[in-house]
């Protein structure tokens, strides 16, 4: 099993940030099954102001190259990636072309 941490923030707006809780509370059943499907078993995302933090559990197969592939070309995935990004912003120093990105472990206990 694989573990990862990215993180990502929203757009420093209250009603922005309590409607993306909203659509969270229940994603359509098709997006979660695509992220199953990709090899996820376990997806949480945590909030603190508009700062984001996802924890992913998947198996020894997932490949987030892989799940980008299968994402781009499927057009229901595409259309909730770009309602989902009106109300995201990436972090200072993400590369272009990224949302999400990895968190460097830096202790373990």
């Known amino acids: 099993m694989q573990k990862f941490t990215l993180m990502l923030d929203l757009k420093n707006d209250p009603q922005l940030i309590e409607e993306y809780e909203n659509i969270h509370k229940e994603i359509p059943a098709y997006i979660a ?4 499907d990709s090899g996820i078993s376990k997806m949480e995302i945590f909030r603190f102001e508009n700062r984001m933090v ?11 190259d892989e799940k980008s592939k299968m994402d781009s ?15 995201q912003q990436i972090i200072p120093g993400t590369k272009a072309g990224e949302k999400w990105v990895l968190a460097k472990q830096i202790f373990d206990l």
């Not at 099954?33 to 199953?36: A, E, L, M, P, S």
């Open 54 to 64: 996802m924890l992913i559990e998947a198996n020894d197969e997932f490949s987030f």
């Open 73 to 87: 070309n499927d057009p229901k995935v595409v259309e909730w990636e770009t309602k989902m990004a009106g109300f």
């Open 33 to 36: 099954k695509t992220i199953k």
